[in-house]
């Protein structure tokens, strides 16, 4: 699987948009990138995924460059309660090994 | 529908004890994933269930864990005897075949401490 490679810390004023990037260079053409969040003292959530579109759900949206090396997920008005680590993952759609791998994500923070 | 269960929320018991987190996944659900998360070691999967059969229990630290899902509506996690090193929390999780096994959905977790 890809590994994923994301900024450890990220601040954003509260309604603006969150812009939170993910690189996966060595991205295969089956595997689909997954976005998940965890607010403290809760489990996580899951947000969106896409294959090469660009997605959109009532959440966030997901734009993935067309090498698909790359994603940006986006909270287009943020706010307080979107304070959270934010995981990027890609996987293979398949059945099999079926465990998500959630890395260390990105620490948002939405400041008001 | 109410989302995943997990009881307890907190659990705090001391060393060598056994212990039994539960867990209710969302109706409809055919994958079943137990999780532990420490600081140290961030989010780990302990073991899945497809259709209540066990699949893959690599995760599982030894012999003191098991797991098991009698029916589709119930899964549980025992720890017996607990050691301090097991304190974390631990969630469970299910998805559905409608929307994938990575479209998972996480119960709120329950906290053990072990002193």
């Known amino acids: 699987d890809a590994k994923t490679t994301q900024p450890p810390s990220m601040d954003c004023a509260e309604g603006r948009a969150a812009n939170l990037p993910c690189n996966h260079s060595?991205?295969?053409?089956?595997?689909?990138v997954y976005w998940y969040r965890q607010i403290h003292s809760q489990g996580p959530q899951y947000i969106i995924h896409?294959?090469?579109n660009n997605e959109t759900n009532e959440m966030a949206s997901l734009i993935i460059t067309e090498d698909r090396k790359s994603s940006t997920l986006i909270l287009p008005h943020a706010t307080l309660r979107d304070t959270a680590v934010y995981y990027c993952?890609?996987?293979?759609?398949?059945?099999?090994?079926?465990?998500?791998?959630f890395g260390t994500g990105t620490r948002l923070t939405v400041i008001p | 529908d109410a989302g995943v269960i997990q009881s307890p929320r907190h659990e705090v018991t001391e060393m060598g004890q056994e212990v039994t987190l539960r867990c209710k996944p969302i109706?409809?659900?055919?994958?079943l994933f137990w999780y532990r998360q420490t600081m140290m070691r961030g989010l780990e999967l302990l073991i899945y269930?497809?259709?209540?059969?066990?699949?893959?229990d690599s995760g599982m630290p030894e012999d003191r864990f098991s797991a098991k899902m009698p029916n589709a509506s119930f899964s549980n996690l025992k720890i017996q005897p607990s050691e301090p090193r097991d304190s974390a929390v631990y969630f469970c999780?299910?998805?559905?075949?409608?929307?994938?096994?990575?479209?998972?959905?996480f119960g709120p977790g329950t906290r053990l401490t072990v002193t």
């Open positions: 999780a299910s998805s559905s075949p409608e929307t994938g096994v990575y479209e998972q959905y």
């Open positions: 060595t991205i295969s053409g089956n595997e689909y």
């Open positions: 896409g294959l090469k």
């Open positions: 993952i890609v996987r293979a759609d398949q059945t099999g090994a079926n465990n998500l791998f």
């Open positions: 109706s409809g659900h055919d994958y």
């Open positions: 269930f497809n259709n209540n059969v066990p699949i893959d």
